[in-house]
């Protein structure tokens, strides 16, 4: 489809991928919904771009990959992917914080940095839709299960924390905020997940996501109980 107002990712995609795998392409575009309409109705097909190879329908974009023997993506499949993201990209903004500010990326407040800046991209994941993250997060957290607004609370207390961790300041607001929310998000997601052998997703990074509640979101949790007691044991600076 190459119409004024919509131009087809897949069809780019099909193109691209046939052209990187050395086929010709002869790219037939189809530039109204009448051509697209009747294109469908022809071929007996729901969905476009169609590709061909000497005469023989392939299919959509995923059949284009499978019969070219790639990996296609189940949109349903559990995946740690969107968090190993998350952490990789607060780790190397802690780092290049560090940098800047005391001219080696390896500090002890890189590492105070990283936490916090996890803190604050995670809340902020969650509060893209706050309704699919609260129903999600109710799922498992003991406190959210007793008193339900609060899973409408965590991500913003979560956000807070982890901005006040970074700015150094109200550490009477943020050591306890951090300990409290961390505290229970650990045990709620040990109960859930080591005792009650419960299959859960996790809402960590937002309640569209597909990671699988474990590990993971128990490290979440911890450290940002790690992290306030660091800070508690250390003075102000």
């Given at each position: 489809m190459m119409m004024p107002d919509h131009v087809c990712p897949y069809g780019l995609k099909a193109q691209h991928l046939l052209r990187s795998k050395g086929y010709a392409v002869d790219?037939?575009?189809?530039?109204?919904?009448?051509?697209?309409?009747?294109?469908?109705?022809q071929q007996g097909v729901e969905t476009t771009p169609q590709t061909f190879i000497d005469g023989q329908r392939i299919g959509g974009y995923d059949d284009l990959r499978r019969h070219l023997g790639l990996r296609v993506r189940d949109p349903k499949a559990l995946t740690y992917t969107p968090v190993v993201a998350v952490f990789a990209i607060t780790a190397l903004m802690a780092l290049a914080t560090s940098q800047a500010v005391s001219g080696t990326p390896f500090t002890v407040q890189a590492v105070q940095w990283f936490i916090a800046f996890s803190m604050c991209v995670l809340a902020m994941l969650k509060l893209r839709d706050l309704d699919s993250f609260s129903s999600m997060f109710l799922g498992y957290d003991l406190l959210a299960q007793r008193w339900v607004p609060y899973a409408r609370v965590y991500p913003f207390a979560e956000g807070l924390a982890g901005v006040l961790m970074i700015a150094g300041t109200l550490r009477w607001l943020s050591i306890p905020v951090a300990l409290f929310i961390g505290t229970i998000g650990a045990v709620s997601v040990f109960k859930a997940v080591y005792i009650e052998r419960r299959t859960l997703k996790c809402a960590c990074v937002g309640g569209d996501s597909n990671v699988p509640l474990g590990f993971i979101s128990l490290?979440?949790?911890?450290?940002?109980?790690?992290?306030?007691?660091w800070m508690l044991a250390r003075p102000a600076m």
């Open positions: 790219d037939r575009w189809l530039t109204s919904r009448a051509e697209i309409d009747a294109f469908k109705a490290t979440e949790n911890v450290l940002m109980v790690a992290m306030a007691l």
